[in-house]
C-alpha cells in the first residue's frame, strides 16, 4: 500500500512539472537577456533567503512564481475536474494570471529590474505548488473540495505578499498591488463559495 501510495505521489507531481513546462510556453515570455543582465533596483531575496516583497526586483519576481504555480494548479483542476463550477473557476484564474503574468514582466522591463531565470522561476513555482498540494486528499471524489481548500489557503499567503507591496514607496509596484488584490480577493472569495457547495465543514487552518 505504501509503493503504492509512493507512485501516486511520484506520478501527481511529475504531471504537475510537465503542465508547469506548458505553462512556461503559454504565458508571455520575457528575453533572458532581460532576466539575467539588466539592472536591478534592489535584491531579490534577503540574505536569509527569504523574498524581500518591499524591494521591486523582489516582488516581480517572487509574484512570478506564484502566477505560475496557480496556473499550473488550475490546468491540473481543469483536467481532473467534472464540475462546471470548478471548471468555471479554474478557468478565470488561467485568464487572469496569465494577464498578470503579462503585466509583470512588463513592469520588470518598464523599470529595468533583473528577475530570476525561466528555470529558477520554475523550480520556485514547482516549490509552491507541493506546499499548496498538501491539503489535496487521496479519494477522487473529494477533488474539488480539495482544490477549493488549496486555492482558500493559497490566495490568503499570496494577499499577505501583495498587501505588503502595497506599502511599497516604489509607485508602480504599489499601484500594481492595490490593483491586483482586487482580483485576489474576488478569487479568494469564490474559493470559500466552492468549499460551501461542495462541504459543509470547516476549511483547515492554515
Known amino acids: 500500500m505504501n509503493s503504492l501510495?509512493?507512485?501516486?505521489?511520484?506520478?501527481?507531481?511529475?504531471?504537475?512539472?510537465?503542465?508547469?513546462?506548458?505553462?512556461?510556453?503559454?504565458?508571455?515570455?520575457?528575453?533572458?537577456?532581460?532576466?539575467?543582465?539588466?539592472?536591478?533596483?534592489?535584491?531579490?531575496?534577503?540574505?536569509?533567503?527569504?523574498?524581500?516583497?518591499?524591494?521591486?526586483?523582489?516582488?516581480?519576481?517572487?509574484?512570478?512564481?506564484?502566477?505560475?504555480?496557480?496556473?499550473?494548479?488550475?490546468?491540473?483542476?481543469?483536467?481532473?475536474?467534472?464540475?462546471?463550477?470548478?471548471?468555471?473557476?479554474?478557468?478565470?484564474?488561467?485568464?487572469?494570471?496569465?494577464?498578470?503574468?503579462?503585466?509583470?514582466?512588463?513592469?520588470?522591463?518598464?523599470k529595468n529590474l533583473k528577475i530570476s531565470s525561466e528555470d529558477e522561476l520554475a523550480k520556485r513555482a514547482i516549490d509552491l505548488t507541493e506546499r499548496d498540494d498538501k491539503s489535496i486528499g487521496d479519494e477522487q471524489e473529494r477533488f474539488d473540495l480539495a482544490y477549493a481548500r488549496q486555492e482558500l489557503a493559497s490566495h490568503e499567503r499570496s494577499m499577505s505578499m501583495f498587501h505588503q507591496a502595497a506599502q511599497s514607496t516604489d509607485y508602480d509596484i504599489k499601484s500594481f498591488a492595490q490593483r491586483t488584490l482586487v482580483v485576489l480577493e474576488n478569487h479568494r472569495q469564490r474559493a470559500e463559495q466552492l468549499i460551501a457547495e461542495n462541504d459543509d465543514g470547516t476549511p483547515p487552518a492554515l
Open 5 to 110: 501510495k509512493g507512485v501516486q505521489y511520484c506520478s501527481k507531481y511529475l504531471s504537475v512539472a510537465l503542465l508547469l513546462c506548458a505553462v512556461f510556453l503559454a504565458l508571455p515570455a520575457q528575453s533572458q537577456e532581460n532576466s539575467t543582465d539588466s539592472t536591478t533596483t534592489g535584491s531579490t531575496k534577503s540574505q536569509n533567503g527569504t523574498a524581500d516583497y518591499f524591494q521591486p526586483a523582489g516582488f516581480v519576481d517572487e509574484a512570478l512564481a506564484y502566477v505560475l504555480s496557480e496556473v499550473s494548479l488550475a490546468k491540473n483542476a481543469l483536467e481532473k475536474s467534472r464540475l462546471y463550477s470548478t471548471q468555471s473557476y479554474a478557468q478565470k484564474v488561467i485568464d487572469d494570471y496569465t494577464n498578470l503574468s503579462k503585466q509583470l514582466r512588463e513592469l520588470a522591463k518598464d
